[in-house]
Nanobody
Framework: QVHLVESGGGLVQAGGSLRLSCAAS????????IGWFRQAPGKDREFVAA???????HYLDSLKGRFTISRDNAKSTAYLQMNSLKPEDTAIYYC??????????????????WGQGTQVTVSS
């Protein structure tokens, strides 16, 4: 059983940056894919970015160039660096983990473990 805890959310002005962290415990981290998803008020949860166990990455096309996902296996932690934030980035951000050695995916059903989320609010 993998336990995921997100941190790093908060209130930031448009154009600012935040770095979210996803700390994992209770299971092997290095051979799982980690994904970030977000849910804005009144909207469905959507894929943001994923990093495969091998290190390759996958992004929502509209976020490429502003968001960067990374991982530190020694710390069992994944990160989401968010730059040039916009009010429409306001959402609860969730991290999620897959089973072992899976192909990279932006589909929520591919992920077996989820964190509780961290709120990101971008003011205009």
């Amino acid at each position: 059983q993998v336990h995921l805890v997100e941190s790093g959310g908060g209130l930031v002005q448009a154009g600012g940056s935040l770095r979210l962290s996803c700390a994992a415990s209770g299971g092997t981290f290095s051979n799982r894919n980690i994904g970030w998803f977000r849910q804005a008020p009144g909207k469905d949860r959507e894929f943001v970015a994923a990093v495969k166990w091998s290190g390759s990455t996958h992004y929502l096309d509209s976020l490429k160039g502003r968001f960067t996902i990374s991982r530190d296996n020694a710390k069992s932690t994944a990160y989401l660096q968010m730059n040039s934030l916009k009010p429409e980035d306001t959402a609860i951000y969730y991290c999620a983990a897959t089973g072992f050695l899976k192909g990279i995916s932006g589909e929520q059903m591919a992920y077996d473990y989820w964190g509780q989320g961290t709120q990101v609010t971008v003011s205009s």
